[in-house]
T-cell receptor, first 112, second 112 residues
Framework: EAQVTQNPRYLITVTGKKLTVTCSQNMNHEYMSWYRQDPGLGLRQIYY???????DKGDVPEGYKVSRKEKRNFPLILESPSPNQTSLYFCASTFGPAYEQYFGPGTRLTVT | DAKTTQPTSMDCAEGRAANLPCNHSTISGNEYVYWYRQIHSQGPQYIIH???NNETNEMASLIITEDRKSSTLILPHATLRDTAVYYC?????????????FGTGTRLQVTL
């Protein structure tokens, strides 16, 4: 089954404790993205990747890092999480700009 | 990407057609109209997209006006499972980024 998976689905952590949210897709997609969703602000793109070792900033990249060492994986790294990064995070993948995006199930992160 | 305007919320009786409007008066010639939906806090799900012609797939129909300044997503026989937030997005199918710019969408409530 074609899918995007994210782990963990729920995470509560404390300020400053480094964490990684994993994202994996099994569709051989070139493009992958991370979004965050906050009430009243909609979904906003954090980072995206057009291929292995090619990543670029989206609209709200501050406080986040990503890597794309393999085509199927695109982890999101928070080196020093802060409470304003409490949010619902979605990973997405697609063949390219002309194609539909497939979204993961989401990761609800709470930073206290 | 062009900005879109959608009603905040709509109701629809189960079994009836749900018609969700979207205004995109500043759309450019190379921009497509995409529709996604988000059920509760799940990952957004692609529904349909089009450029000028009306489109239909197993989920919905998309009607785009001749001047392309507005469109309507039609769910022909709405069910309770169609209760979701529906997003109308306008974007060009070119460029290196795969970003989708989500607005606040229309919250569709399907009732018995």
């Amino acid at each position: 089954e074609a899918q995007v998976t994210q782990n963990p689905r729920y995470l509560i952590t404390v300020t400053g404790k480094k964490l990684t949210v994993t994202c994996s897709q099994n569709m051989n997609h070139e493009y992958m993205s991370w979004y965050r969703q906050d009430p009243g602000l909609g979904l906003r793109q954090i980072y995206y990747s057009m291929n292995v070792e090619v990543t670029d900033k989206g609209d709200v990249p501050e406080g986040y890092k990503v890597s794309r060492k393999e085509k199927r994986n695109f982890p999101l790294i928070l080196e020093s999480p802060s409470p304003n990064q409490t949010s619902l995070y979605f990973c997405a993948s697609t063949f390219g700009p002309a194609y539909e995006q497939y979204f993961g199930p989401g990761t609800r992160l709470t930073v206290t | 990407d062009a900005k879109t305007t959608q009603p905040t919320s709509m109701d629809c009786a189960e079994g009836r057609a749900a018609n969700l409007p979207c205004n995109h008066s500043t759309i450019s010639g190379n921009e497509y109209v995409y529709w996604y939906r988000q059920i509760h806090s799940q990952g957004p799900q692609y529904i349909i997209h089009g450029l000028k012609n009306n489109e239909t797939n197993e989920m919905a129909s998309l009607i785009i006006t001749e001047d392309r300044k507005s469109s309507t997503l039609i769910l022909p026989h709405a069910t309770l499972r169609d209760t979701a937030v529906y997003y109308c997005i306008v974007r060009a199918n070119t460029g290196t980024a795969s970003k989708l710019t989500f607005g606040t969408g229309t919250r569709l409530q399907v009732t018995l």
